[in-house]
């Protein structure tokens, strides 16, 4: 997810500058020139597979369920655990990129920590993953980590997030949860709790429907702030102010491909947006960004009016991109049309 490759270069404080590693232990060795010395062990394989799955234009094939997963984004991470895969799940990375939400919190804890940012190849392959659900192709590089074909070679499979298959996050939408649900649930033998967690989504984004229909988008500005400069975005956080009802007013401006741009203070106060949607990183506090806000825009009527809503940036992915949705609505339209 190019959410990831643009905080490395100073974008958003999703992702700590400095990087922590705490590999799994294992009782394998990772050799010189990247390869795992241990295969992982094998499941059995049982009704319903061999499984084919289509991802990002890459055949995925499975003989049986993976036992080793690693996940490469918070948001990843919740929805292995809601189709019971906590155990199977045997490191995380990328995981400054949010909070878990409160019901998956615990379960969150338990899985080990290979990187607060990217990894490195010797803590992934130390892993020993059968399977990589990752948030695009943009660390396979042989580089930083071996490529997909160099993982597939060793029995390592690299599934990518539905929205983010180009590493182009202007084109990720709240929905691609279905496709990745698809996936998971016929990867993992668990069509039945796939299709539920996708029931639960169809009927809580049509509450949300039934909530705004006839009233009229609110108009918003997302944005957010890092080091005292200002971005705006696009893609999935506009569909999120879409299905909640709201419209992004810098949707739009932005050149093709770009999910995000940098703001001038002076541009915001000439548009003097009714309604602010900051988007909080993942160490910054309600109570802090609005202090930044009443402080840098005194004049703006969303300031003086209060009209400020506070969203988790990691309210994008997968369940929480959902209540991302449910959470925006609420604030802007909980009162009578």
Not at 232 to 242: H, K, L, N, P, W
Not at 321 to 327: F, H, L, S, T
Request: glycine share 8%; charged share 20%; proline share 5%.
């Amino acid at each position: 997810m190019r959410i990831t490759a643009a905080r490395k270069c100073a974008l958003v404080a999703l992702v700590a500058c400095a990087v922590g590693l705490t590999a799994c232990g294992s009782d394998s060795t990772t050799e010189g020139n990247g390869t795992v010395g241990a295969a992982p062990a094998r499941a059995t394989a049982g009704a319903g597979y061999p499984v084919d799955i289509q991802n990002c234009g890459r055949t995925l094939h499975f003989d049986r369920p993976p036992t080793r997963i690693v996940s490469g984004w918070t948001t990843s991470t919740e929805l292995l655990i809601a189709l019971g895969a906590t155990e199977k799940t045997v490191g995380q990375y990328n995981t400054s990129s949010g909070t878990p939400l409160p019901q998956y919190a615990e379960a969150e804890k338990k899985i080990p920590t290979l990187s607060v940012s990217a990894p490195t190849r010797e803590a992934l392959l130390a892993a020993r993953p059968d399977l990589i659900w990752a948030d695009g192709s943009y660390l396979f590089d042989g580089q930083q980590l071996p490529t997909i074909d160099d993982l597939k070679a060793q029995g390592i499979q690299v599934l990518i997030l539905s929205g983010f298959c180009t590493d182009d996050a202007s084109k990720a939408r709240v929905r691609d949860v279905d496709a990745d649900l698809t996936a998971l649930g016929r990867i993992l033998g668990v069509t039945a709790k796939a299709d539920e967690l996708k029931t639960d989504i169809d009927n809580r984004l049509r509450q949300v429907s039934a909530q705004v229909a006839g009233r009229s988008p609110v108009p918003v500005a997302l944005i957010s702030s890092f080091n005292g400069t200002i971005y705006t975005y696009e893609g999935v956080y506009s569909d999120i102010a879409r299905l909640a009802g709201a419209t992004n007013i810098y949707a739009g401006i932005l050149p093709a491909g770009k999910y995000y741009g940098q703001l001038s203070v002076e541009d915001i106060t000439k548009k003097n947006p009714a309604t602010l949607v900051y988007l909080l990183s993942g160490s910054e506090s309600e109570e802090s960004a609005r202090k930044y806000l009443t402080t840098t825009f005194p004049t703006l009527d969303a300031v003086k009016n209060n009209r400020l809503v506070f969203l988790p940036q990691s309210y994008s992915t997968n369940l929480s991109g959902v209540d991302g949705v449910v959470r925006l609505a609420t604030s802007l339209h909980s009162g009578p049309s």
